[in-house]
């Protein structure tokens, strides 16, 4: 076996594409989220294509800009890439297993796709290290096989609301401004989520926020405090109110909320309840009457463009 770090690899094959790769875990779920960043759309297209193709691991593959997000479950499972790899090559995720704060994943790669397992993906600096059989071969026809060794991860969602006022500020901002600018961790995603317009005690277009990062286990406490001061010297409002869902399942109930806050007017104690009973921490930054909306936003993260919509929408 031989052992190779990132800039070994990068020495060894040239530079490649890879711009990120983390490995977030939830282990009590027994579920797992691969992100990868490469910079062109064309390469992660055709690996969503060949991973969805030959499972393995893998429950669910989606590219979001420049990132493919895989939705897999810790363990390991038979690749199945069929008749079509001998025309076509493939690609694929075996194995999923957590070694104490690391992750280790398992690819095969055929033809061409051997590239992207055994020289892309392991030059990226978020990699630790890549093992590579003895018999490794990259390229041409052949099927060779990888160890990708990463740090082990999880996601932490922070929803927002009420940090503006009617005269200044806009939640969606301030956000956005914490995920592009934190240091600590890896800035995932960010969404705008649309409540419900009819609300009387509202600035202007009734949104929340939220955005999630990418971060060692370890390092959760010092992020969340980092997002509150944050928060607070951005926050025009008396009422800013900031909260933390930390894992890769938002509970249903939890999502069902978010979903109805788009219609239903609810009281603070309605979202406190929710919160607790979900594992939603709340952190009155400047006040409280933003913890409807900052609970809401967790629970809409994961359900795609229709956080932004209102149930009209969908009709």
Request: glycine letters at 10%.
């Amino acid at each position: 076996m031989q052992v190779l770090r990132p800039d070994e690899v990068r020495a060894k094959y040239g530079p490649l594409f890879c711009k990120g790769f983390y490995t977030l875990v939830d282990e009590k779920a027994g579920k797992a989220m691969i992100v990868e960043k490469c910079a062109a759309k064309g390469p992660g297209e055709w690996d969503l294509m060949n991973r969805r193709r030959t499972k393995g691991v893998i429950e669910d593959i989606r590219q979001e800009s420049d990132m493919l997000v895989m939705n897999a479950r810790i363990g390991e499972s038979d690749l199945n890439f069929g008749p079509v790899s001998a025309d076509v090559g493939g690609q694929g995720l075996s194995a999923l297993k957590v070694e104490g704060d690391e992750v280790r994943t398992t690819w095969y790669g055929i033809a061409g796709a051997s590239v992207g397992i055994g020289a892309c993906i392991p030059q990226c600096p978020d990699v630790i290290r890549t093992e590579y059989p003895d018999d490794f071969t990259i390229g041409g026809a052949h099927r060779a096989h990888v160890d990708i060794i990463t740090p082990k991860m999880v996601r932490v969602i922070i929803g927002i609301d009420d940090t503006d006022t009617k005269e200044a500020g806009a939640s969606w901002v301030v956000s956005l401004k914490l995920g592009t600018t934190c240091p600590i961790g890896k800035f995932l995603e960010h969404k705008i989520v649309q409540l419900n317009p009819k609300v009387p005690n509202k600035t202007t277009n009734c949104c929340s926020t939220a955005v999630s990062f990418a971060v060692r286990e370890e390092d959760v406490p010092a992020l969340i405090e980092y997002a509150v001061d944050f928060v607070r010297k951005e926050s025009y409002s008396d009422d800013a109110v900031l909260t933390v869902f930390q894992g890769l399942e938002v509970p249903e109930s939890l999502r069902d909320f978010g979903w109805s806050c788009k219609s239903v007017l609810y009281t603070t104690d309605d979202a406190v309840r929710v919160a607790e009973e979900c594992g939603v921490q709340i952190i009155s930054v400047t006040g409280m009457k933003g913890v409807i909306g900052a609970v809401a936003a967790i629970g809409c993260f994961d359900i795609g463009e229709r956080a932004a919509g209102i149930p009209e929408d969908f009709e």
